[in-house]
């Protein structure tokens, strides 16, 4: 059973919005940081966005930061990323993640950790 699933992609306008939603029903929801990541077309993949176990405190990458607004409902078992103003360098398949550091404090950025828990990915396709 995959423990993460991701909907909500799709193709959207430049300066557009869309969510993505993640829920799964076989994790510790309550105890594990979540966070979503992206590869784009032709590129490695990369750190978006994390939020920590009780939903307290988040850590954006550059790129979407104040555009992108990381949330999660653990009574839900859901973790959703809204995704404001949306540019076509935002295309990619859209991951959602489980279990890793989360914070300013990690050396490298989101992109150097290593979740316990993936989903199978989303795509997103901004438009210009």
């Known amino acids: 059973q995959v423990p993460l699933v991701e909907s909500g992609g799709g193709t959207v306008q430049a300066g557009g919005s869309l969510t993505l939603s993640c829920t799964g029903s076989?994790?510790?929801?309550?105890?594990?940081?979540m966070g979503w990541f992206r590869q784009p077309p032709g590129k490695t993949r990369e750190g978006v966005a994390c939020?920590?176990?009780?939903?307290?405190?988040?850590y954006y990458e550059e790129s979407v930061k104040g555009r992108f607004t990381i949330s999660k409902d653990n009574a839900k078992n859901r973790v959703s990323l809204q995704m404001n103003s949306v540019k076509p360098e935002d295309t990619a398949v859209y991951y959602c993640?489980?279990?890793?550091?989360?914070?300013?404090?990690?050396?490298?950025?989101?992109?150097?950790?290593?979740?316990?828990?993936w989903g199978q990915g989303t795509q997103v396709t901004v438009s210009s």
């Open positions: 076989t994790l510790p929801w309550n105890d594990l940081n």
């Open positions: 939020i920590n176990w009780s939903g307290d405190t988040t």
């Open positions: 993640a489980a279990s890793f550091e989360c914070g300013d404090h990690v050396k490298g950025g989101l992109t150097a950790v290593n979740p316990g828990f």
